[in-house]
């Protein structure tokens, strides 16, 4: 029987009462026969349940009533043989087999006479269950149990010999079990464990699985050796007895598994300590062919066998180690420790903890943060530590999302959390103590994590860093305000971002008595009750340095972050509180200066306030607009109403009242309340295009219905500029077209380049109304049956909303029939082109009684043109194929020297007979060569050699064939081979080498009046380089390195995925490596795929690497780029190319890291397309760490002018995780309109600055 076969059917899984049995084999049967075993191999005493099933049987007497069958026994035992039938099961009711009256009968069977069913744990029928003997004077009477050789003769009551065979027959199935005894394996769940810990000891032997029906103990009390432990300075070796002695269970895992498993406990087992540490404890199982204390045995010592087996453990301690913790930490990112120490993972079946066994604090402030690993009653310090997963002896911080905080606060001693309270602990050292139970050696242990004894540990340290020194950047939400507006401060600085989750919050108190000459200060401004920075205001009022006490009271700021881990802070209040607006005039000013006082230089960022008219300005989203009119030439004859949508742009401050929310200006249409809008400047007028005014100010609400109950609306928190979109109509429009409509009725000649303007503030802004004439275009003017065309409008008339992709109508007219008329989608928002594809014959047809039309209009209305004027038709004829040939070549261009390529040949004419299938088998078609190594036939035409071409389908005019270009080797240019074209059907072999040329030529004997008489292409044979790229710059090992190779001449057929064979990857310490086969991505591609497994031990399908290692990618390429000149040189033409990467060594140089180009967004995040001066924006890239390793980085932000001159400069430092990426922002208020170029960068830091990347630029221009 097949392995495949009997994996299979050992799957399947008999039910039954009490118990469930995995079957064992059986022979093929009749349909409703099925005979099944508990087991097929058995010895000894083991008992082996047998399971008959016939379907005949099922149903076909009263339940209360039993079936019995007659089962065959053929037995086979050295050179006995017995053949006996036995009864299975009793109707009379004193034996039980069946299972009520389903069918299935279930018995035993044993070769030992001292069994009784009894003894069995769960038999089906319990004590009525019918046993079946083999032996001698048993049911099946064979043997002598003096005489059988599986023990030696022992007079036990088995007389089966060793191998004997026991077949079980029912009717048309069988099933055969074997008396033979198995060898025991011994396996421990690891290699290693710590003297605290305990490891899982498992022996599989089916010759100790005796009970079928339940679970088997092993039991080796009082049996000296069985189970041994050998190691130097053991006192007592008997493990055995150990086992039993500690009430340790060994007991069968599941019923009829054969698999003992006891979890023992290195100390009190082994008696190992650790001070005894390290030890190598070996385990060895003597073997049996019928275990001590076997209850199914009469013997209690068992029976001994010859195989024994050992198995190696070894009990070691190791110091733990600090991994993976961050460095430097912040209140923003917290603290991430990970703990490595395999001895502490004591049990492989759980996720192991230790208690108290980790703290953090600082190794200086201005209280000692004195977190220790010792711990009160009244007060636990430390933090508990748990496994990552079952057996991986890495730990993590049980806390949650596995982190240490880190904030600014006051110090709280032995709280377990990290507090900076000073400028002395923001640059302290962070010290991260582990408590090691177990450390390498015993005389470590310096600490005790109780303080009563019992618990003394190593404490292990890692020396760190924490971050609360950031650079703070101080700006001004608006840097121009009137002397009654409101004063919005920005602070951006990420050391009051303490928690990631929650919006942050601080307050600070002017103090008006600080008054002093001018200046106000505010000193000891506190996060947490931490002083943090000092603040200053200096004031200019009256054009000159303030000289009287202001302010008459304190001003209270409260700031509060903009958003979850933003680290920007926002505060407003009332310039007022200051100065009075009596006192002030235009170009007073105040200078905000911070000072970060965490820091041992405080560094200090400024923002100059000045008080005068804030700056206006009024533009409209466009210059100039499509009119609003179209055409439907399915529905209408005439030019429908569209709404087209233009937007208007009001920049004034003084309406930004609240930087954290979007904000609106009512816009009231009422001229009674004229004078008190906020409005009440904004004026918008229609003038035609000979400077007539079409439409009033005055008119504009009442006339046009201009203005409706609606708003402008702030376009961001805090921008300051405030939109409204307006709808217009070219006639009043029907009541279910929504929103603000110019409903003044002008036609198409009135509105064509009329002006709409606004006025505001003394600003003006206008927006004309364009006609633009219409483009229709199609991607081909000639045409096929199956063929596809695109059809494309260009008409920025129809781009009437530039938040919405809209359609226009184009009209397809076959001459002679009935239109047809289809749609075009605008290929995106705001574009103006319409396009679409049709397949035709499917879309439109060119047939007319099967017979081709000559010619199809495609037509498209252009409601108004450029000058106003309605209705003007653009349209196109396409030409169905009457006549001219092509030829399309698959793959085009340039190919390699052995590439298959797919060659048709398009002739409509050549259709002769569109219900068969045409041939060309003339010479109207030829191919040639004008390779020199070619000496006989250089050109082929069909109907030569059995060239010929055969349609594609019937009516196609389509006619296809291969040619296959055969390599020319190095070996036949010196033999001097003659070489020629051949042929066989509608395949050609051109011989061919880099630098030759393929033309095929076709003879078209009916075209139209433009096309040739001859039709023909070239194709050019190269050879190409290589172009090999991983996935990654560099590795660490148990990575995956994806490589691809991009080789056009290895697409050899462009109709499959071809496959390069035997790609070479090797190592510094795997200098042999491994080859692997490249798939390419796609049929026609050219490009090729493979995954390389980077691994620390080497296995198959590999490679094997370490840290330091140079792996190399090795590509032979038979076909390199200057193939022809080293054949021509008599080198070998294959070349090999090579790629490097190295593994776990970091990239240096500006390879190291990869920084995006700088965007420009707003204080919330959302994208800027436009910038405006003295507004507030934040400049955004990101930084992306290459290498496998952390990286320190301070990544630079400069902002030239357009004369070159840098205007702006500023750095963010930090650390990159392995392979990491961090997000960058720092906010930029530009001075002036004008260009700027944005450059960012990546340097190691400022003091000694490596470059980590390339300059990345941008430009923006500033209104």
Same mark, same amino acid.
């Given at each position: 029987?097949?392995?495949?076969?009997?994996?299979?059917?050992?799957?399947?899984?008999?039910?039954?009462?009490?118990?469930?049995?995995?079957?064992?084999?059986?022979?093929?049967?009749?349909?409703?026969?099925?005979?099944?075993?508990?087991?097929?191999?058995?010895?000894?005493?083991?008992?082996?349940?047998?399971?008959?099933?016939?379907? =005949?049987?099922?149903?076909?007497?009263?339940?209360?009533?039993?079936?019995?069958?007659?089962?065959?026994?053929?037995?086979?035992?050295?050179?006995?043989?017995?053949?006996?039938?036995?009864?299975?099961?009793?109707?009379?009711?004193?034996?039980?087999?069946?299972?009520?009256?389903?069918?299935?009968?279930?018995?035993?069977?044993?070769?030992?006479?001292?069994?009784?069913?009894?003894?069995?744990?769960?038999?089906?029928?319990?004590?009525?269950?019918?046993?079946?003997?083999?032996?001698?004077?048993?049911?099946?009477?064979?043997?002598?149990?003096?005489?059988?050789?599986?023990?030696?003769?022992?007079?036990?009551?088995? *007389?089966?010999?060793?191998?004997?065979?026991?077949?079980?027959?029912?009717?048309?199935? *069988?099933?055969?079990?074997?008396?033979?005894?198995?060898?025991?394996?011994?396996?421990?769940?690891?290699?290693?464990?710590?003297?605290?810990?305990?490891?899982?000891?498992?022996?599989?032997?089916?010759?100790?699985?005796?009970?079928?029906?339940?679970?088997?103990?092993?039991?080796?009390?009082?049996?000296?050796?069985?189970?041994?432990?050998?190691?130097?300075?053991?006192?007592?070796?008997?493990?055995?007895?150990?086992?039993?002695?500690?009430?340790?269970?060994?007991?069968?895992?599941?019923?009829?598994?054969?698999?003992?498993?006891?979890?023992?406990?290195?100390?009190?087992?082994?008696?190992?300590?650790?001070?005894?540490?390290?030890?190598?404890?070996?385990?060895?199982?003597?073997?049996?062919?019928?275990?001590?204390?076997?209850?199914?045995?009469?013997?209690?010592?068992?029976?001994?066998?010859?195989?024994?087996?050992?198995?190696?453990?070894?009990?070691?301690?190791?110091?733990?180690?600090?991994?993976?913790?961050?460095?430097?930490?912040?209140?923003?990112?917290?603290? =991430?420790?990970?703990?490595?120490?395999?001895?502490?993972?004591?049990?492989?079946?759980?996720?192991?903890?230790?208690?108290?066994?980790?703290?953090?604090?600082?190794?200086?402030?201005?209280?000692?943060?004195?977190?220790?690993?010792?711990?009160?009653?009244?007060?636990?310090?430390?933090?508990?530590?748990?496994?990552?997963?079952?057996?991986?002896?890495?730990?993590?911080?049980?806390?949650?999302?596995?982190?240490?905080?880190?904030?600014?606060?006051?110090?709280?001693?032995?709280?377990?959390?990290?507090?900076?309270?000073?400028?002395?602990?923001?640059?302290?050292?962070?010290?991260?103590?582990?408590?090691?139970?177990?450390?390498?050696?015993?005389?470590?242990?310096?600490?005790?994590?109780?303080?009563?004894?019992?618990?003394?540990?190593?404490?292990?340290?890692?020396?760190?860093?924490?971050?609360?020194?950031?650079?703070?950047?101080?700006?001004?939400?608006?840097?121009?305000?009137?002397?009654?507006?409101?004063?919005?401060?920005?602070?951006?600085?990420?050391?009051?971002?303490?928690?990631?989750?929650?919006?942050?919050?601080?307050?600070?108190?002017?103090?008006?008595?600080?008054?002093?000459?001018?200046?106000?200060?505010?000193?000891?401004?506190?996060?947490?009750?931490?002083?943090?920075?000092?603040?200053? /205001?200096?004031?200019? &009022?009256?054009?000159?340095?303030?000289?009287?006490?202001?302010?008459?009271?304190?001003?209270?700021?409260?700031?509060?972050?903009?958003?979850?881990?933003?680290?920007?802070?926002?505060?407003?209040?009332?310039?007022?509180?200051?100065?009075?607006?009596?006192?002030?005039?235009?170009?007073?000013?105040?200078?905000?200066?911070?000072?970060?006082?965490?820091?041992?230089?405080?560094?200090?960022?400024?923002?100059?306030?000045?008080?005068?008219?804030?700056?206006?300005?009024?533009?409209?989203?466009?210059?100039?607009?499509?009119?609003?009119?179209?055409?439907?030439?399915?529905?209408?004859?005439?030019?429908?109403?569209?709404?087209?949508?233009?937007?208007?742009?009001?920049?004034?401050?003084?309406?930004?009242?609240?930087?954290?929310?979007?904000?609106?200006?009512?816009?009231?249409?009422?001229?009674?309340?004229?004078?008190?809008?906020? /409005?009440?400047?904004?004026?918008?007028?229609?003038?035609?295009?000979?400077?007539?005014?079409?439409?009033?100010?005055?008119?504009? *609400?009442?006339?046009?219905?201009?203005?409706?109950?609606?708003?402008?609306?702030?376009?961001? !928190?805090?921008?300051?500029?405030?939109?409204?979109?307006?709808?217009?109509?070219?006639?009043?429009?029907?009541?279910?077209?929504?929103?603000?409509?110019?409903?003044?009725?002008?036609?198409?000649?009135?509105?064509?380049?009329?002006?709409?303007?606004?006025?505001?503030?003394?600003?003006?802004?206008?927006?004309?109304?364009?006609?633009?004439?219409?483009?229709?275009?199609?991607?081909?003017?000639?045409?096929?049956?199956?063929?596809?065309?695109?059809?494309?409008?260009?008409?920025?008339?129809?781009?009437?909303?530039?938040?919405?992709?809209?359609?226009?109508?184009?009209?397809?007219?076959?001459?002679?029939?009935?239109?047809?008329?289809?749609?075009?989608?605008?290929?995106?928002?705001?574009?103006?082109?319409?396009?679409?594809?049709?397949?035709?014959?499917?879309?439109?047809?060119?047939?007319?009684?099967?017979?081709?039309?000559?010619?199809?209009?495609?037509?498209?209305?252009?409601?108004?043109?450029?000058?106003?004027?309605?209705?003007?038709?653009?349209?196109?004829?396409?030409?169905?194929?009457?006549?001219?040939?092509?030829?399309?070549?698959?793959?085009?261009?340039?190919?390699?020297?052995?590439?298959?390529?797919?060659?048709?040949?398009?002739?409509?004419?050549?259709?002769?007979?569109?219900?068969?299938?045409?041939?060309?088998?003339?010479?109207?078609?030829?191919?040639?060569?004008?390779?020199?190594?070619?000496?006989?036939?250089?050109?082929?035409?069909?109907?030569?050699?059995?060239?010929?071409?055969?349609?594609?389908?019937?009516?196609?005019?389509?006619?296809?064939?291969?040619?296959?270009?055969?390599?020319?080797?190095?070996?036949?240019?010196?033999?001097?081979?003659?070489?020629?074209?051949?042929?066989?059907?509608?395949? &050609?072999?051109?011989?061919?080498?880099?630098?030759?040329?393929?033309?095929?030529?076709?003879?078209?004997?009916?075209?139209?009046?433009?096309?040739?008489?001859?039709?023909?292409?070239?194709?050019?044979?190269?050879?190409?380089?290589?172009?090999?790229?991983?996935?990654?710059?560099?590795?660490?090992?148990?990575?995956?390195?994806?490589?691809?190779?991009?080789?056009?001449?290895?697409?050899?057929?462009?109709?499959?995925?071809?496959?390069?064979?035997?790609?070479?990857?090797?190592?510094?310490?795997?200098?042999?490596?491994?080859?692997?086969?490249?798939?390419?991505?796609?049929?026609?591609?050219?490009?090729?795929?493979?995954?390389?497994?980077?691994?620390?031990?080497?296995?198959?399908?590999?490679?094997?690497?370490?840290?330091?290692?140079?792996?190399?990618?090795?590509?032979?390429?038979?076909?390199?780029?200057?193939?022809?000149?080293?054949?021509?040189?008599?080198?070998?033409?294959?070349?090999?190319?090579?790629?490097?990467?190295?593994?776990?060594?970091?990239?240096?140089?500006?390879?190291?890291?990869?920084?995006?180009?700088?965007?420009?967004?707003?204080?919330?995040?959302?994208?800027?397309?436009?910038?405006?001066?003295?507004?507030?924006?934040?400049?955004?890239?990101? &930084?992306?760490?290459?290498?496998?390793?952390?990286?320190?980085? !301070?990544?630079?932000?400069?902002?030239?002018? !357009?004369?070159?001159?840098?205007?702006?400069?500023?750095?963010?430092?930090?650390?990159?995780?392995?392979?990491?990426?961090?997000?960058?922002?720092?906010?930029?208020?530009?001075?002036?309109?004008?260009?700027?170029?944005?450059?960012?960068?990546?340097?190691?830091?400022?003091?000694?600055?490596?470059?980590?990347?390339?300059?990345?630029?941008?430009?923006?221009?500033?209104?």
């Amino acid at each position: 029987m097949s392995l495949v076969l009997i994996g299979i059917l050992s799957l399947s899984i008999l039910s039954v009462t009490g118990h469930s049995i995995n079957s064992g084999l059986r022979q093929a049967a009749a349909v409703g026969e099925t005979i099944t075993a508990s087991k097929t191999t058995f010895f000894g005493s083991s008992v082996v349940e047998i399971t008959v099933s016939d379907d =005949t049987l099922e149903d076909n007497n009263d339940a209360a009533e039993e079936d019995e069958i007659t089962v065959t026994f053929d037995v086979s035992s050295g050179g006995d043989h017995q053949v006996t039938d036995v009864t299975v099961g009793d109707d009379t009711g004193d034996v039980s087999a069946e299972i009520g009256d389903s069918g299935r009968f279930v018995f035993y069977v044993t070769a030992d006479d001292d069994i009784v069913i009894g003894d069995l744990n769960d038999p089906e029928f319990d004590a009525e269950s019918q046993l079946v003997f083999i032996g001698e004077g048993g049911d099946v009477d064979i043997g002598v149990d003096t005489q059988n050789d599986a023990f030696d003769g022992v007079d036990d009551g088995i *007389s089966l010999n060793e191998e004997a065979t026991v077949q079980i027959i029912y009717r048309d199935t *069988s099933i055969t079990l074997t008396y033979k005894n198995q060898k025991a394996i011994v396996t421990l769940d690891r290699s290693s464990v710590g003297s605290d810990g305990v490891f899982y000891l498992t022996i599989e032997d089916q010759d100790a699985n005796n009970d079928p029906t339940g679970r088997d103990d092993l039991n080796f009390d009082g049996a000296t050796d069985a189970l041994q432990m050998n190691y130097s300075g053991v006192a007592d070796n008997d493990l055995g007895q150990a086992i039993f002695d500690s009430g340790v269970d060994f007991s069968e895992t599941s019923d009829n598994s054969g698999k003992y498993t006891a979890r023992l406990d290195v100390n009190d087992i082994l008696d190992i300590e650790a001070a005894n540490t390290p030890k190598s404890v070996v385990v060895k199982l003597q073997d049996f062919d019928a275990y001590p204390n076997d209850p199914f045995y009469d013997v209690a010592a068992g029976v001994e066998g010859t195989d024994d087996v050992t198995r190696s453990l070894l009990v070691d301690n190791n110091d733990g180690l600090l991994q993976e913790v961050t460095n430097p930490a912040t209140p923003k990112s917290e603290l =991430t420790v990970k703990v490595s120490d395999p001895d502490r993972n004591l049990d492989s079946k759980v996720r192991d903890r230790i208690i108290d066994a980790l703290a953090a604090d600082l190794s200086s402030g201005s209280t000692a943060d004195s977190d220790t690993l010792a711990r009160t009653a009244a007060n636990d310090a430390t933090i508990d530590l748990i496994e990552t997963g079952t057996n991986t002896g890495i730990f993590v911080p049980d806390t949650p999302g596995n982190l240490i905080e880190v904030t600014i606060d006051t110090v709280v001693t032995n709280n377990g959390i990290v507090e900076i309270d000073s400028a002395a602990s923001a640059k302290s050292d962070l010290l991260v103590k582990y408590a090691d139970l177990t450390p390498d050696a015993a005389d470590d242990l310096n600490v005790n994590i109780d303080g009563v004894g019992g618990n003394e540990a190593k404490e292990i340290q890692f020396k760190g860093k924490v971050a609360a020194n950031t650079t703070p950047v101080l700006s001004l939400g608006q840097t121009r305000i009137g002397a009654q507006d409101k004063v919005y401060l920005v602070l951006t600085d990420v050391d009051f971002n303490d928690d990631a989750d929650a919006i942050d919050t601080f307050e600070l108190t002017i103090p008006a008595d600080s008054f002093d000459n001018g200046t106000l200060t505010v000193e000891d401004i506190e996060f947490n009750s931490v002083p943090m920075a000092d603040l200053e /205001l200096d004031s200019v &009022i009256d054009k000159e340095d303030a000289g009287s006490t202001f302010p008459d009271n304190d001003i209270v700021l409260s700031f509060q972050e903009t958003g979850d881990n933003t680290g920007i802070f926002s505060a407003e209040f009332e310039y007022e509180l200051l100065a009075p607006a009596s006192s002030t005039v235009d170009g007073d000013n105040t200078e905000f200066t911070w000072f970060d006082t965490l820091l041992e230089s405080p560094l200090e960022s400024s923002a100059r306030l000045t008080i005068g008219k804030p700056d206006t300005k009024l533009e409209w989203q466009i210059k100039e607009f499509g009119l609003p009119f179209t055409f439907d030439p399915e529905n209408d004859s005439t030019v429908e109403v569209k709404r087209t949508r233009v937007k208007l742009f009001i920049t004034d401050p003084r309406f930004n009242t609240d930087s954290s929310t979007v904000e609106t200006i009512p816009l009231i249409p009422s001229s009674a309340v004229h004078g008190s809008n906020p /409005l009440d400047t904004l004026e918008i007028r229609i003038e035609g295009a000979d400077g007539d005014v079409l439409v009033s100010a005055d008119d504009i *609400s009442t006339v046009c219905n201009g203005f409706g109950s609606t708003s402008f609306t702030e376009t961001g !928190a805090n921008t300051g500029i405030f939109d409204k979109t307006f709808d217009v109509f070219g006639v009043a429009p029907a009541d279910t077209l929504p929103g603000t409509a110019f409903t003044c009725g002008l036609d198409p000649e009135d509105l064509a380049n009329a002006k709409i303007i606004a006025e505001y503030d003394g600003e003006e802004a206008s927006t004309v109304a364009k006609g633009y004439t219409g483009k229709l275009t199609t991607s081909s003017r000639t045409i096929n049956t199956g063929m596809e065309i695109t059809v494309t409008v260009t008409d920025a008339d129809q781009n009437h909303d530039r938040d919405v992709a809209e359609q226009v109508k184009v009209e397809f007219e076959p001459d002679g029939l009935a239109s047809t008329f289809e749609t075009l989608d605008e290929t995106g928002n705001n574009t103006g082109i319409f396009q679409k594809k049709f397949k035709v014959g499917e879309d439109f047809t060119i047939l007319d009684d099967d017979e081709l039309v000559d010619d199809v209009t495609i037509r498209y209305i252009d409601a108004v043109s450029s000058n106003g004027s309605e209705e003007e038709e653009r349209e196109l004829k396409l030409l169905p194929p009457s006549s001219t040939a092509r030829i399309v070549v698959t793959p085009e261009g340039e190919v390699g020297p052995q590439t298959q390529l797919t060659v048709n040949i398009l002739d409509i004419d050549l259709n002769n007979d569109p219900n068969a299938t045409n041939f060309i088998d003339t010479d109207i078609l030829e191919v040639s060569s004008d390779s020199k190594e070619i000496t006989g036939g250089k050109k082929i035409s069909t109907g030569e050699q059995g060239f010929e071409l055969e349609e594609t389908d019937l009516n196609s005019g389509e006619f296809e064939f291969t040619i296959n270009l055969v390599p020319i080797t190095p070996e036949q240019k010196k033999d001097n081979v003659d070489f020629e074209i051949t042929a066989n059907g509608d395949e &050609i072999d051109i011989p061919a080498e880099p630098g030759d040329k393929i033309a095929i030529s076709y003879e078209d004997k009916n075209h139209d009046a433009a096309g040739r008489d001859l039709v023909s292409i070239i194709i050019f044979v190269k050879s190409f380089d290589p172009v090999i790229t991983t996935d990654k710059q560099s590795y660490s090992p148990e990575d995956i390195m994806a490589v691809t190779i991009e080789d056009t001449d290895a697409n050899k057929d462009p109709d499959v995925i071809d496959t390069i064979e035997g790609v070479d990857v090797f190592s510094s310490s795997d200098r042999v490596g491994d080859n692997f086969d490249a798939t390419e991505t796609g049929a026609n591609t050219g490009i090729f795929a493979f995954e390389v497994p980077l691994l620390e031990e080497p296995q198959e399908d590999s490679v094997s690497v370490s840290v330091g290692d140079i792996v190399t990618i090795r590509y032979t390429d038979q076909y390199p780029a200057d193939y022809a000149d080293r054949i021509d040189d008599d080198d070998n033409p294959e070349k090999d190319f090579d790629m490097s990467v190295p593994i776990g060594t970091p990239i240096q140089g500006t390879d190291s890291t990869n920084v995006t180009t700088p965007t420009m967004k707003d204080l919330r995040g959302n994208d800027l397309t436009e910038l405006d001066a003295r507004v507030q924006a934040v400049i955004s890239t990101s &930084i992306k760490n290459n290498n496998n390793l952390p990286q320190q980085f !301070a990544a630079v932000v400069e902002v030239r002018d !357009a004369d070159g001159f840098t205007v702006y400069l500023q750095w963010q430092t930090g650390t990159l995780q392995a392979n990491g990426k961090t997000n960058i922002g720092l906010s930029w208020t530009p001075d002036a309109p004008g260009n700027y170029e944005i450059r960012t960068f990546a340097i190691s830091n400022l003091s000694n600055p490596a470059v980590l990347s390339p300059v990345s630029t941008s430009t923006v221009t500033v209104s």
